[in-house]
């Protein structure tokens, strides 16, 4: 599960999964006295409960931790802490597509910040159908489903509420592109065709879950696994 909270990855690993200390800038355990300031870098938390991410949930949502890069809770109890996760938030689920044609990733630009196509789910609507319709919209071309990406969560509020929004990510062909324009109703300003090493530099400016994805699909590529 890749949760976002903030737009800081938050990262649950099984107490039998290998975790290498040096990969962390801060290893804590539990109950450890810390506060938001030490929260520095990659940090990892050990033997991870529901109180811990309770607190650290609301740490991620009142704080500004910009100099947390990223959290991982190591736990014995992984499945509960992540249903207990949710049981704090309302499941908002959407789905979008990383569209390539010609070896290029197709980029979108929406209020500042590079993006790619994606949209909620209308009801009833199945996450393949909804990934179609909501590329196809929002940039104005025709894609065909190829792969799955990871999905990402990542929480947000809406008019008091607690968010967290579940997007399912696929890999696109675009089949068209001669009437490609971005969609003005979704405040979309730019929809721009980028080499790998041009989207890896935007990235810096586009949302973490955003660079997830497309960081994980170009190291498939490059692995041959899609």
């Known amino acids: 599960m890749n949760v976002f909270i903030n737009d800081i990855p938050l990262i649950l690993k099984k107490s039998n999964e290998k975790v290498y200390?040096?990969?962390?800038?801060?290893?804590?355990?539990?109950?450890?006295?810390?506060?938001?300031?030490?929260?520095?870098?990659?940090?990892?938390?050990?033997?991870?409960?529901?109180?811990?991410?309770?607190?650290?949930?609301?740490?991620?949502?009142?704080?500004?931790?910009?100099?947390?890069?990223?959290?991982?809770?190591?736990?014995?109890?992984?499945?509960?802490?992540?249903?207990?996760l949710k049981d704090q938030f309302k499941i908002v689920k959407a789905a979008g597509g990383l569209v390539v044609k010609d070896g290029k990733i197709l980029m979108i630009y929406r209020l500042g910040v590079w993006d790619l196509p994606k949209g909620k789910l209308n009801k009833k609507e199945g996450a393949k159908e909804g990934a179609l319709r909501e590329v196809e919209e929002e940039c104005n071309i025709s894609v065909e489903l190829l792969e799955k990406l990871p999905k990402t969560w990542h929480s947000y509020a809406f008019k008091g509420k607690k968010i967290l929004k579940k997007t399912s990510w696929y890999v696109m062909n675009c089949t068209d592109d001669s009437l490609m324009k971005p969609q003005a109703e979704e405040f979309i300003e730019e929809v721009r065709w980028m080499s790998p090493e041009e989207a890896i530099e935007v990235l810096p400016k586009a949302y973490t879950s955003i660079a997830f994805i497309v960081r994980h699909y170009l190291q498939s590529l490059k692995s041959g696994k899609v």
């Open 21 to 84: 200390r040096h990969h962390y800038d801060l290893v804590l355990e539990a109950d450890d006295h810390f506060t938001s300031k030490d929260l520095v870098g990659d940090v990892l938390i050990k033997d991870a409960d529901l109180l811990l991410i309770d607190r650290l949930v609301r740490l991620m949502e009142v704080k500004k931790l910009k100099k947390l890069n990223s959290l991982t809770l190591v736990t014995n109890k992984k499945k509960r802490l992540i249903e207990h």
